[in-house]
């Protein structure tokens, strides 16, 4: 089993829709948990941490559970420059992260 | 102004053959890893250097050997390249922060290595 799952998509939606990833990993002792994002061609960059009480940045709201050991991240209104491979990233111990293989996001016009 | 930076962008070399790869970073940040990011997309860590010291080796052919010349700097030395070490190679860094677990890495542009 992978240490962090998620659903590979492509999650293809018209601009405006809200759309939802979720993702799961399986180390429980796991501390810090990340969303990432990587266009095509280009290197990962940070979208945002998730933190247990959930937390919002503009038209993106990540919630962590840890009792399930599950994390999504929401995106309302979607926009076409959106269209990315969202990463869900789970870190076990000092500076270590382990990424899931991403979730591919395609939005049109 | 370029954060992280690794040179070469693209490498193309024939089996057998030994390459570097170079990353530098100039956002005075303790720690930098090496990433490889394969054909299906999976991005795993390599390795991890604090502080010029190596501190994660994850199940890493000893044919790649990372350096560490100064805090700034984390090469990549591949050996007696394969078919199978093709791929993107990404160089990230983060600064730590006592007490906390995990910082922000950022990441190089990559390098895409191709081994014919």
């Known amino acids: 089993r992978k240490e962090v799952e998620q659903d590979p998509g492509p999650f293809n939606v018209p601009e405006g829709a809200t759309v939802a990833f979720n993702c799961t990993y399986s180390?429980?002792?796991?501390?810090?948990f990340f969303w990432y994002r990587q266009d095509c061609r280009k290197e990962p960059k940070l979208l945002m941490s998730?933190?247990?009480s959930g937390n919002e940045d503009g038209r993106f709201t990540a919630q962590l559970n840890r009792a399930s050991q599950y994390i999504s991240l929401l995106i309302r209104d979607s926009k076409l420059s959106d269209s990315a491979t969202y990463l869900c990233?789970?870190?076990?111990?000092?500076?270590?992260?382990?990424f899931g293989t991403g979730t591919r996001l395609l939005v049109s016009p | 102004d370029t954060a992280v930076s690794q040179t070469p962008k693209y490498l193309v070399t024939q089996m057998g053959n030994d390459k570097s790869i170079k990353c530098e970073q100039n956002?005075?940040?303790?720690?930098m890893y090496w990433y490889k990011q394969d054909s299906k997309k999976f991005l795993k860590i390599m390795f991890s250097?604090?502080?010029?010291?190596?501190?994660i080796n994850e199940t890493v052919p000893n044919r790649f050997s990372p350096k560490s010349p100064d805090k700034a700097h984390l090469n990549l030395h591949i050996n007696s390249l394969e078919l199978g070490d093709s791929a993107v190679y990404f160089c990230?860094?983060?600064?730590?922060?006592?007490?906390?677990?995990?910082?922000?890495?950022?990441f190089g542009p990559g390098t895409r290595l191709l081994v014919l």
């Open positions: 990230a860094s983060s600064q730590d922060v006592p007490g906390r677990r995990s910082e922000t890495q950022y």
């Open positions: 180390n429980s002792a796991s501390q810090s």
């Open positions: 998730v933190y247990s």
């Open positions: 990233v789970v870190s076990t111990g000092f500076q270590k992260l382990v």
């Open positions: 956002l005075g940040h303790d720690t």
């Open positions: 250097y604090n502080n010029k010291e190596l501190i």
